[in-house]
């Protein structure tokens, strides 16, 4: 198991899906780190040498925003919105959909479950 940016990524993947793992690096910014250090795109981790691992750490740690830091940054964002009270701020507040979509009959992921109607007694 190598372990990079606080992540521990399986032996027997492939190093490009590997780093996906950590939060921040998708599939392309993986083919770009691997292209700037020379490495391998379809090299499996258990086939890496430390030097190969310690380049990729380096680089990691150098040019991009990981883990903790970038979720962090996300969040502050997000408080930032909320405080200046834009639009996309006051509807982070009230757990409504932030990009645009309808919300009539759709948007029960941040609306939360329906709530139950209330039925009027028979007199």
């Known amino acids: 198991m190598a372990r990079i940016a606080g992540v521990e990524i399986s032996n027997n993947k492939r190093v490009e899906i590997g780093l996906t793992y950590i939060f921040g690096i998708g599939r392309p910014k993986s083919k770009e780190i691997l292209n700037e250090t020379k490495i391998d795109l379809n090299k499996k981790i258990k086939d890496l040498s430390a030097d190969e691992l310690g380049r990729i750490r ?57 709530g139950a109607m209330i039925k009027k007694k028979r007199v």
């Open 58 to 114: 380096k680089h990691i740690e150098s040019s991009e925003m990981v883990e903790g830091d970038l979720r962090k940054r996300i969040n502050q964002d997000i408080k930032r919105l909320m405080d200046i009270n834009s639009y996309r701020g006051r509807r982070h507040k009230r757990g409504l959909p932030v990009r645009g979509q309808r919300t009539k009959t759709n948007a029960r992921t941040r609306k939360g479950p329906r």
